[in-house]
């Protein structure tokens, strides 16, 4: 099945200029690693790139342009984020570039709990003193999500079940945005568990009458 839901345009631009952060760039590969549309939208853009790179004029060298690189050598070399497309059939959960920061084991990896149904499991990517979090979330099937808003921007990936909230249906691939206007309720499908990879640049934000009380407590 084809992905239904897509990341803004932006995102893929920003993907494509290699300008998106660590954690932004894997949530994006793996969406295109699952998303033959995106992947095809990404090509474009870089292709536009391309040509605007050949018919930009050569810049002045300053003369001491080889003595700066020179001194750069040592310096360390990210590790860039590139998306493969999946391989195999419906059963392969995790898709590169995902399983090689986790993985294809998902018994493996070292879950914690949230909340009744609710386990989450951080992901060792970019700053991690920065405010910018790449997460996995285990939702076991038919629980609900508190009502929450959120203080910055979520991305979610879904890489196996479901969820549903307000704006739709997300499946296998698909990718849903959320912000400080986003006041939702994700309720994960009955008849599996939903695992997303979530990608959070600040906490989110309780909104039930009762269970924002916890808001000084959320940490994730």
């Known amino acids: 099945m084809m992905p239904a839901h897509h990341p803004p345009e932006e995102l893929l631009l920003d993907y494509a200029a290699g300008s998106a952060d660590e954690p932004t760039a894997l949530m994006l590969a793996t969406h295109l690693a699952l998303?033959?549309?995106c992947r095809d939208a990404v090509a474009r853009f870089e292709s536009v790139g391309g040509a605007m790179l050949e018919s930009i004029e050569p810049a002045t060298v300053?003369?001491?342009a080889l003595d700066s690189l020179l001194a750069r050598l040592d310096e360390p070399v990210p590790t860039p984020v590139t998306c493969s497309p999946a391989v195999g059939g419906p059963a392969t959960r995790i898709p590169e570039p995902l399983r090689g920061y986790i993985g294809n084991d998902l018994e493996a990896i070292h879950w914690k709990r949230v909340?009744?149904?609710?386990?989450q499991a951080?992901?060792?990517v970019g700053d991690p003193c920065g405010p910018i979090k790449a997460r996995?979330?285990?939702i076991r099937p038919g629980i609900r999500i508190p009502r929450h808003t959120h203080a910055g921007t979520e991305l979610t990936l879904v890489l196996s079940g479901g969820f549903t909230d307000g704006a739709g249906h997300y499946r296998r691939g698909d990718l849903s945005l959320s912000d400080e206007e986003i006041d939702h309720s994700p309720v994960a499908d009955n008849d599996e568990?939903?695992?997303?990879l979530t990608v959070t640049d600040a906490p989110l934000r309780l909104t039930g009458p009762l269970m924002r009380l916890l808001n000084p407590f959320v940490k994730f």
Not at 115 to 119: I, K
Not at 193 to 196: A, G, L, V
């Open 35 to 37: 998303c033959p549309e």
């Open 62 to 64: 300053p003369p001491d």
């Open 115 to 119: 909340m009744r149904g609710v386990e």
């Open 122 to 124: 951080e992901i060792s």
């Open 136 to 138: 996995l979330m285990r």
């Open 193 to 196: 568990e939903c695992i997303c």
